[in-house]
Nanobody, 122 residues
């Protein structure tokens, strides 16, 4: 059974940076796509970033492109989301996810973490 756990959320000032971490327990398949989504209260969960576990191919939502970076720590079964130049619009609960399709659709991701709150405020 695969379980995902996020960490690294918190309060940050506008313009600041924060790095989220997603740790996976259980077997990670080389074919996996790993990603990040976020959700504001009252809004739908939205795609943020994804990449292949084997290889590169990162892909970002337009709203975070050039500010966020998704990377891997394969030896730790972990993937990261480095978030730079944060704005209040980035405030949300951030979820990590893993699946087998290179896709922005929530339904294509089989495994989900419990979420970590990111609040951007002065």
């Amino acid at each position: 059974q695969v379980q995902l756990r996020e960490s690294g959320g918190g309060l940050v000032q506008p313009g600041g940076s924060l790095t989220l971490s997603c740790s996976a327990s259980g077997r990670i398949l080389s074919s996996w796509i790993v990603g990040w989504f976020r959700q504001d209260p009252g809004k739908e969960r939205e795609f943020v970033a994804m990449r292949r576990w084997a290889g590169h191919s990162p892909y970002y939502a337009d709203s975070v492109k050039d500010r966020f970076i998704i990377s891997l720590e394969k030896g730790k079964n972990t993937w990261l989301l480095q978030m730079n130049n944060l704005s209040p619009d980035d405030t949300a609960v951030y979820y990590c996810a893993a699946g087998s399709e290179y896709s922005q659709r929530l339904s294509d991701y089989k495994y989900w973490g419990q979420g970590t709150q990111v609040t951007v405020s002065s």
